[in-house]
C-alpha cells in the first residue's frame, strides 16, 4: 500500500483506506478547469460568459435590450455616451466521478489494492472539486446495477462518496459505457478510473463525442504491478471477468504477455490522449494516491496560462 | 524367504520404481491464479502441466506399487523356509583296487561331507550309501571304474536339485590310468558344471623301475595243465583270444577251462572270444603267478605273426597290483575338472514340482488392491469435479 507523502498510510491494515488521512493530505489543493466553462452559478472557473463581477475587463456600448442597471453612469456623465460594463464571469464546473467496479479492479485478490487505489482516488479528487465549491458526483458501474450520486455542493456528499465505495465489492462485468453517459448528461467534468479491461473502442468512443461536446475528461488508468510483473512460477490464470479465459502463464508465455500488455498500455494511453483525454496511469504502491491527486489537478489550459 | 521364480519379483520391482518414479515426474495441471490481464497470455492449450517435485498422490502411489509388487512376488512363489541349501555335493569315493590308502579316502570323504550332501562309492560298479557309511567303507579288489561313478553322480544330482540351486562334484580317488575308459570324458560331460579333484589313496611313486613286480608265467605244455585249470570233457575249437587291447584271431584248441573256484580271488587278464576264461592271475607275496591256458602249436606262423607277439607282451606285462596303481597322465585328470563354475540345479531333471502356498494369497492381495484402486480413483474423480464446480461461482463472486 503506498504512503502518503507525509508518511502516513493511507489504507488501515484491515484493508479499508483511511480516507481522513487522504483528505488532510490534499486540503488546499485546486482544481482549476482547463477550459473556460459555462455561464451558469457562480464558482470559482473562469466562464465563457460575461456578466457584472467585480472584475472588471472591458466596455460595450449599450444595445437595446440591455439591463439599464448596468449601464456605467459616471462614464455616461462624462461621455455622454451609454456602455455596459463588462466583466469575467465565473462559474462551477459540475465534476462527476465514474468509477470501474468490474471484477478485474478485485485484484489482486488479497489486497484488493486496484480497487482500493481507485477509491482513494475518487474520494480525493471529489474533495479537491467540492473544495472548489464545484459539485461533484459519482456514478458506479457495477454488475446489475448502477449506484448514482448526482452532483452536489453539500457538506456531506464526500461523506456519502465514502461510504458508497466502503461498502462495495467488485465483480462481475458491467458496461462502463452506460456510466459514462450518465456522467456526461450530469457534468462538464468527468473523471474516469478504470482499468479499461472493459470494453475498449466504445467507451474510447463514447469519451469522443463527450469531449467533442465541450466535457472535460480524465482517464486515470489503474495497474497492479502484479499485472506489470506477474509471478515467475507457472500459473493457470484465468481472467476473472472472463472464466472461460484460462492460460498457463509459462516461461515463454510470460515474455510474450509482458510484450502484449506493454504494447496495449501504449496504445491506450496514445488513444485517449489523441482523443483529448487528459490520460494518466497510476500503479498500485508505485505513488501515493495524494501525490497521484496533485498530478491529475495540475492546472493546464487556461488555468495554467492564467 | 526365497522365491523360486524370482525374476518376476524383480521385474515387478523394477515395474513398481518405474510406477513410483511416474508419479513423480508426472506433470499436472499448474497452480490456479487470478490475473485480470490473461487475455494477453498467449492461447496456448490450457493442459499444459508443470513437473512435480513430489509424488502427486501418495495413497494412490502406494496402492499401485502394492498391486504390482503382490503380482509380481505371487507369481515368483515365494517360500518362507526354503527346503534347500545354496550349494551340496556329490561325493564320488574310489574304494576300488587302485586304492592303496583306503585311511586316506575315508578321512577326505569325512572332511568334505555335509549335511544334504551324497555319497556314492564305486570300483567296477557304483553305490550311492549313506553319511553313516562313511567308516565302514567296503575296499575291493575290482577294478575302478569313472564312467559307472559318473553315471551315478548324475542320478544322485538329480535326487539333489530340490535340496541345493548348486551342485558340485567332487572326486575322491588315485586316479589309476585304467579307471579311465572311453566314455569317461563323454561321461563328465552329461555333468554340467566344475568338479574338484581329491587325489587319495595313492601309492607314493618310486623312481626304482627295478621294485616293481614281475609275474611267474605257468604256460601250458603238452604234458601239464595250467595251474588252476582243469581239462575240459569234451575239447573244442575257438577262433581267438583277448588280452586287454590284444586281439589274437587264430584257430585254439581248448583243452582247460577254470572252474569258478579257481577264478575266485584271481584276475581274468585274458579270455577266449566266447568270454570264456583263457588266463588268470593270482598274486602271490609280493609278485604274481599267471595261469595261461592258451596251447601253442609249433605248427604253422603263429608265433612269428605281430598280432601274436602283441598278446604275448600284454599277457606278461606287469602284475595286475602294479598296472592298478599306475596313475592316469595329468591331462587326463585335469579334464575331470570341467568348467569353473558350479552345475545349477535346472541342470539336472527334477523328480517333481514344488508348490507355492502364499502365491494365491499373494494374487488375492493384487487383485484386491486393483479393485481397491478403482474405487481410490473414481472417489479423487468425483472430488476433483466437485471441487472445480464449487469453485465456479467463488471466481463468479470475486
Redesign the interface.
Known sequence: MARLRDGREPAARSGVPDYAALLDSIRGIRWPARSAVRGGIPGAHTSRMRGSSAEFTEYRPYRQGDDLRRIDWKLFARSDRAYIRLSNDRAILPTTVVLDAS???????ESQGKWSLAAQLAVGLSAVARNSADPVGLVISREGEMIQLPPRTRQSVIYEMVRAVSDLTP??SPPLTSALDAAVRMSGRIVLIS?F?GEGDDLLAGVSRAVVAGKEIHALHII?P??ID??R???????????D??????G??RD??LT??SQ?REQIAHDWSEAGVSYSTAIVGDEAPDHLIRRVTAPRGIAATA | MTFLAPAFFYASLAVAAAVIALHFIVTRQPRAGILPTARFVPDLPATATARATRPSDIPLMLLRALIILAAGAGLAKPIIKPSRGAQARVILADVSRSVMDSAAVRDSVRALYRNHDAIVEFDSSSRLVSADSIASLRFSRARGNLSAALISALRAGSSLRDRADSLELVIVSPFAAEEFDAATDSVRKLWNGKARIVRAGAREPSGDSSAREKPAISWPTSSSRPPGAIPLEARDTIGGVLAGDALLVASFERRWTYPEDSIRGAEVIARWVDGEPAAIERESGNTCTRSIAVPITSVGDLVIRNDYKRFVRAVSGDCVATTATIHAGTDKVAGLAGPARLAPREAFRPRSDVHSGLAPWLLGIAIVAAIAELFVRRRRSIAATESRLDSRPARRAA
Not at chain 1, 103 to 109: E, G, I, R
Not at chain 1, 233 to 243: F, G, K, R, W
Not at chain 1, 245 to 250: A, D, G, K, N
Open positions: 471484477a478485474s479492479m478485485a485484484f489482486p485478490v465483480r462481475g482499468d479491461l497492479a502484479e499485472e506477474p509471478p512460477e507457472t500459473l493457470l490464470v484465468s481472467d476473472p471477468e472472463a472464466p479465459i484460462r492460460r498457463p502463464l509459462t515463454d508465455a510474450a504477455y502484449a500488455f496495449w
